[in-house]
């Protein structure tokens, strides 16, 4: 489980998040939604290390992460698949998938097969350089480099964006699958409310750096998350 309580976050005098807290949980998807610029990177950032906090606390399975670096938290089980994909255009698909080996123990760096049932068209390209792949295939190699690492938390940021919808499907097919597994947390950020709403087991919606309307999925306001998204 991992579970952020009350974090600040300042870029110089700028203030990004505003004491945030949420807890991912082990075989859920936990969502955060809101409009651009509000703070839904900033929170990924702080929560994967790229960004270092100025109050509040990270913790995974109870042990305060707060202070780790990026590598050190990849090594105790946090994958990030960022905003843009960030694949290495110039590398093989299989090496774009072996950059996943770095937090893994010697006996641990192999290409699980699972990864080729969940994306079996990186299969088929396993020799093409990364840049050669559409936008979508990037996508489902950025996702599969993550899961490379065997991770504990899985954390996406807006993994639709810019993909067309029968890989959006796709990606919405793994996401299902790999919570359904129960071996992982995953957070999802969206600003496509219909893709977050299939899948959110629990849900964050953030505005001007604060979460300002939370839930399970039960509990789910539509009309009200849509309304904070579209102001």
Known sequence: MLHVDAINLHYGAAQALKSVSLTAEIGAVTCVLGRNGVGKTSLMRAIVGQQPISAGTIRLDGAVITSLKPEDRARR?????????EIFPLLTVKENLETGFAPLPRAERSIPSELFDLFPVLHDMLRRRGGDLSGGQQQQLAIARALVTRPKVLVLDEPTEGI????????????????????????????????????????HVMDRGE?????????????????LMSV
Not at 177 to 184: I, P, S, T
Not at 214 to 219: E, F, L, V
């Open 77 to 85: 089980g946090i994958a990030f698949v960022p905003q843009g994909r």
């Open 164 to 203: 067309q919808p029968s890989i959006i499907k796709d990606i919405g097919r793994t996401i299902s699958y790999l919570r359904n597994k129960g071996g992982m947390a995953i957070i999802l950020v969206e600003q496509y409310f219909d893709f977050a709403k299939e899948l959110a087991d629990s849900w």
């Open 211 to 227: 979460i300002v309307l939370a839930g399970d999925q039960a509990s789910m306001d539509e009309a009200a998350i849509r309304r």
